[in-house]
Each structure stands twice: as structure tokens, then as C-alpha cells.
């Protein structure tokens, strides 16, 4: 008995599973933020099939896809940053969080240009180009840039809390044994992951 | 942390990486296949398996404790409702 107490004693003050926890939670919060646009896309496509139609088509699939499979590599990357420090292996754990973030910077350059693309076709909030379209175009494009844009933030989030997490594996501040932190750095990034996987068939690929 | 926690190997990810790149590559084809309002559908349920494996796998709740597979679901449950609430409202308004 003393003997566990000991064990207990040693151990620094620390709850991994409650971290976790905290770490779901938030997220499901973020489910729920999302989830409400969610819910106003599929409201709007349902009452306007056909506007949704014509104007996905100004929507560039191919940048699409690139984006979907540079988020979906981004996601192993983490996934194995967390596995490999886990086994003591620090310098791949760097090396796969640093992979991470060029993948996520990737993904913002491709949102630039997608995005600059529509500006200089005249298609932003409240050009006269877009206000003459039909109301289901303009929903169309106003969710377009408010979810695409919303989850952008996420991702330049995601990318500054990565980057914090590769300088605390640097400083030996995340380790083998004390890598919770990074785990839920991870599972922000998976989430980000997550919504863009519904985004991309929603947006990009109405035919 | 915990003495039973589960630890997956690397080929499990790299596996789980080229499943979801395929589904991609198959939903993209999809698409351009004109299947009607069956197409939706399949988009939909293509996503749904890609989340399946990124939350099980990427994010290890097929290994966690029971409690994240329930506030999980909770939170499933609350979206589904909130969507079929809304489309009950909007269809039979």
C-alpha cells in the first residue's frame, strides 16, 4: 500500500483522460458551430436544388480535390507525429509536426488563389455582379465564403498550436511520457479534417 | 499516460491514409457520374465512412475509454435531432 502511495506521490499532478475530455468537449462545441451552418446549407439547397446547381459549377473541383488530399496527408502527418514520439522517436515526431504545418500552409495557398480567382471574376460578398444572381446563387456563395472562410481560421489556428507543440518538443516540454498536449493539438487538427470532409462533396462537388 | 492505453503502429495510419485518398478518388468520380438524387446520397454517405475512419483510427476513439464513444454519440444525437427538427418544420410548414 505505502509502496503505491509512493508511486502516486512521484507522479507530477497531471489527468490525461480529463484533459481529453476538455479537449472533446471543446470540440463538440465546434461540431455544433459548424453543424448550425450546416443546417442553414441544407435548409437553402432543399428550397433552391437548382441555383445550387449553376453555381457550384463556378467552383473549381480540381483545387478541391488538391486541398482534400493535402488535409487528408496533413492528417496522417500528425497521426504519426504523435505515434512516433510515443515511441521515443523525437526527431521523426519533429520532422512529421514540421510536415504538418507546410501541408496546412499548402492548403492556405490554394485557398488564395481559389479565392482571388472568384474576386477577380467579380464573385465577393455584395458585388453587384453576385446581388444581380438569384437569391439561391447568392446563398449559395454567402455560405460558400462564410464556411470555407470559418474553416480557413481553424487551420491557421490549427497551424499556430502545431507550431507551439514543435517548439515544446524542441524543449523537451512534450515528451514520450508527458504528450497529452499534443494529442489534443492532434485531435484539433483531425477536426479540422472532419469538417472539411463534408465541405468539399457539399461545395465542389454538386455536378 | 494509463498503463493500457493502446498504441498503433505506423502502418495502421499509412493504411487508413490510402483508404481515405481512395474514397476521395471515388467520391470525385462519382460525381461526375450523373446518378440523380441518388447522387447527394452517395457524396453524403462516402463522407460519413471517411469520418468514420478519421475519428476511430486518426483520432483513436475505437481505443479510448467508453466515455468519449458517449459524448460522441450525445453529441451526434444532438446535431440529428436539431436537423430532423428543422426539416420537419420546413416540410410540413
Given at each position: 500500500?505505502?509502496?503505491?502511495?509512493?508511486?502516486?506521490?512521484?507522479?507530477?499532478?497531471?489527468?490525461?483522460?480529463?484533459?481529453k475530455?476538455?479537449?472533446?468537449?471543446?470540440?463538440?462545441?465546434?461540431?455544433?458551430?459548424?453543424?448550425?451552418?450546416?443546417?442553414?446549407?441544407?435548409?437553402?439547397?432543399y428550397?433552391?436544388?437548382?441555383?445550387?446547381?449553376?453555381?457550384?459549377?463556378?467552383?473549381?473541383?480540381?483545387?478541391?480535390?488538391?486541398?482534400?488530399?493535402?488535409?487528408?496527408?496533413?492528417?496522417?502527418?500528425?497521426?504519426?507525429?504523435?505515434?512516433?514520439?510515443?515511441?521515443?522517436?523525437?526527431?521523426?515526431?519533429?520532422?512529421?509536426?514540421?510536415t504538418?504545418?507546410?501541408?496546412?500552409?499548402?492548403?492556405?495557398?490554394?485557398?488564395?488563389?481559389?479565392?482571388?480567382?472568384?474576386?477577380?471574376?467579380?464573385?465577393?460578398?455584395?458585388?453587384?455582379?453576385?446581388?444581380?444572381?438569384?437569391?439561391?446563387?447568392?446563398?449559395?456563395?454567402?455560405?460558400?465564403?462564410?464556411?470555407?472562410?470559418?474553416?480557413?481560421?481553424?487551420?491557421?489556428?490549427?497551424?499556430?498550436?502545431?507550431?507551439?507543440?514543435?517548439?515544446?518538443i524542441?524543449?523537451?516540454?512534450?515528451?514520450?511520457?508527458?504528450?497529452?498536449?499534443?494529442?489534443?493539438?492532434?485531435?484539433?487538427?483531425?477536426?479540422?479534417?472532419?469538417?472539411?470532409?463534408?465541405?468539399?462533396?457539399?461545395?465542389?462537388?454538386?455536378? | 499516460m494509463?498503463?493500457?492505453?493502446?498504441?498503433?503502429?505506423?502502418?495502421?495510419?499509412v493504411?487508413?491514409?490510402?483508404?481515405?485518398?481512395?474514397?476521395?478518388?471515388?467520391?470525385?468520380?462519382?460525381?461526375?457520374?450523373?446518378?440523380?438524387r441518388?447522387?447527394?446520397?452517395?457524396?453524403?454517405?462516402?463522407?460519413?465512412?471517411?469520418?468514420?475512419?478519421?475519428?476511430?483510427?486518426?483520432?483513436?476513439?475505437?481505443?479510448?475509454?467508453?466515455?468519449?464513444?458517449?459524448?460522441?454519440?450525445?453529441?451526434?444525437?444532438?446535431i440529428?435531432?436539431?436537423?430532423?427538427?428543422?426539416?420537419?418544420?420546413?416540410?410540413?410548414?
Open positions: 500500500m505505502s509502496d503505491h502511495e509512493n508511486v502516486l506521490d512521484h507522479k507530477v499532478h497531471r489527468d490525461d483522460v480529463g484533459a475530455m476538455g479537449m472533446w468537449l471543446f470540440l463538440f462545441t465546434e461540431v455544433l458551430l459548424f453543424g448550425g451552418m450546416f443546417l442553414i446549407y441544407a435548409v437553402y439547397r428550397q433552391y436544388p437548382e441555383q445550387f446547381h449553376i453555381a457550384a459549377m463556378e467552383l473549381n473541383t480540381n483545387i478541391g480535390t488538391l486541398n482534400t488530399i493535402i488535409l487528408l496527408t496533413s492528417s496522417l502527418t500528425v497521426a504519426l507525429s504523435i505515434a512516433a514520439l510515443q515511441k521515443g522517436n523525437k526527431l521523426l515526431s519533429m520532422i512529421m509536426l514540421g504538418t504545418i507546410v501541408l496546412a500552409v499548402l492548403f492556405l495557398v490554394n485557398k488564395f488563389f481559389e479565392w482571388s480567382t472568384k474576386f477577380a471574376h467579380g464573385i465577393y460578398p455584395g458585388s453587384s455582379i453576385l446581388t444581380s444572381k438569384p437569391n439561391g446563387q447568392i446563398l449559395f456563395f454567402g455560405l460558400y465564403y462564410v464556411m470555407t472562410g470559418l474553416h480557413a481560421i481553424h487551420v491557421i489556428i490549427g497551424m499556430v498550436i502545431l507550431a507551439f507543440m514543435l517548439n515544446f524542441k524543449r523537451n516540454k512534450v515528451t514520450t511520457d508527458n504528450y497529452v498536449k499534443l494529442e489534443n493539438s492532434g485531435l484539433y487538427w483531425h477536426l479540422v479534417d472532419l469538417i472539411w470532409i463534408f465541405l468539399f462533396p457539399l461545395f465542389y462537388l454538386i455536378q | 494509463s498503463g493500457n492505453k493502446h498504441h498503433i503502429g505506423y502502418g495502421t495510419y493504411i487508413v491514409w490510402i483508404a481515405l485518398l481512395a474514397f476521395t478518388a471515388i467520391t470525385v468520380t462519382i460525381a461526375g457520374v450523373s446518378l440523380g441518388y447522387t447527394l446520397f452517395i457524396a453524403l454517405l462516402i463522407a460519413a465512412i471517411k469520418s468514420a475512419l478519421v475519428i476511430n483510427i486518426f483520432m483513436h476513439i475505437k481505443f479510448d475509454e467508453p466515455i468519449f464513444k458517449i459524448f460522441l454519440a450525445l453529441s451526434g444525437t444532438t440529428l435531432i436539431i436537423f430532423v427538427l428543422t426539416f420537419v418544420d420546413i416540410l410540413y410548414r
